[in-house]
């Protein structure tokens, strides 16, 4: 697995970019310079590997936008050392960013051929997410509480068993809607239990769905 200085080149243009579109966190932005995002991609799109686009992994699914991966990591507020939860591993790219920035990061997958090509991958370049293949909208009941919790997936609505999952005080950020566009929605959890609900601008995933696949 070769990171050139041409990559790293890449990935400090990238991060440019991404900062220029409104990015402030820097610690996000380190990450960000950090991952080598080429190797997380198809071998045909390596010249694309650094632009500011989303690009398909296989299984009906994309790696997603940087930008997008960078905005939805900022509104979590990600401190060292807490406990996140992800729905929708895909490439393990986002779980990446989540880890250098210090969180012990659970991650959940739906697609078989995606998790373990990203068990496999993770574990290869020294990253230790914790990776498990089932339903999302159930999340991780033995593993709970969660400080946060990251969907990379369009939900219509938030799922309860997700919102259970939760700590006082912690957030989950989730694209909401039907159809091809969502709304980048932060929860906040009360005191009381209930959740605070946050919009942040409208951007594009690829459905949240319950059944898993093995093909």
Known sequence: MIDSYKHKGLRKQLVDTIREKGIVDEEVL???????????MDSSFLEFAYQDKPFPIGSG???????TVAFQTELLEVKPGEKVLEIGTGSGYQAC?????GAKVFTIERQKKLYLKS?????ELNYKAKIFYGDGYKGLPAFAPFDKILITAGAPELPADLASQLKTGGMIVVPLGRGGIQIMARFIKKEDG????????TFRFVPL???LADD
Do not use: C, W
């Open 97 to 101: 960013v989540l880890e250098e920035l």
């Open 61 to 67: 699914q994309t790696i997603s936008q940087p930008y």
């Open 119 to 123: 068990k496999k991958f993770l574990a």
């Open 30 to 40: 380190n990450a960000i310079g950090k991952i080598p995002r080429h190797l997380f």
């Open 194 to 201: 209930s959740m605070r609900k946050e919009d942040h601008g």
């Open 209 to 211: 769905l319950k059944k």
